[in-house]
């Protein structure tokens, strides 16, 4: 296995699974202000995880959001946790303090993963938004990092 920041052309695999995330109804999304690690195994990239800035007020310059994703075969064989925590290293590189996400109830996979990383769950926001016209909750987490984590 190998953890790398991704390429343009992991643009075609990234945008496959996260297709396949949609279609399980977890959501995510990946814009202009967000950064990428990829996980590849034997040339194919299997899972990716992506991070970016929380917010754009200085006062939160060190918190970043993130996602993670996994090809569907390779779920449960250490790709996700091997992209997040490609994605938690290169967030103290950039000087990130904190990363947090949200994450629906139902994806029990996900909850465990963060809390194996040292992610603490924070709350729940209740009706945070819409997906296929359905209201639905998610679980806020967040992991302190460097300096932060240590004080």
């Not at 920041?5 to 202009?32: C, P, S, T, W, Y």
């Not at 924070?122 to 938004?129: A, E, L, P, Q, W």
Request: glycine share 12%; charged share 30%; proline share 1%.
């Amino acid at each position: 296995m190998i953890v790398r920041l991704a390429r343009a052309g992991d643009a075609a695999d990234i945008v496959r699974m996260l297709k396949e995330v949609l279609d399980d109804f977890h959501a995510g999304r990946m814009g202009d202000d967000h950064y990428a690690v990829v996980l590849e195994r034997d040339g194919r990239v299997v899972a990716w995880a992506t991070a970016g800035a929380y917010r754009a007020r200085p006062c939160y310059a060190g918190v970043a959001e993130h996602s993670v994703y996994v090809d569907r075969d390779a779920r449960g064989t250490g790709a996700g946790r091997a992209a997040l925590d490609g994605l938690l290293e290169a967030c103290r590189e950039r000087g990130f303090w904190k990363v947090v996400s949200r994450i629906f109830p139902e994806n029990t996979a996900s909850l465990a993963l963060h809390e194996r990383v040292g992610f603490r769950v924070v709350g729940t926001y209740c009706r945070h938004g819409k997906l296929h016209g359905q209201w639905r909750d998610v679980v806020i987490v967040e992991k302190l990092l460097g300096e932060a984590a240590a004080g």
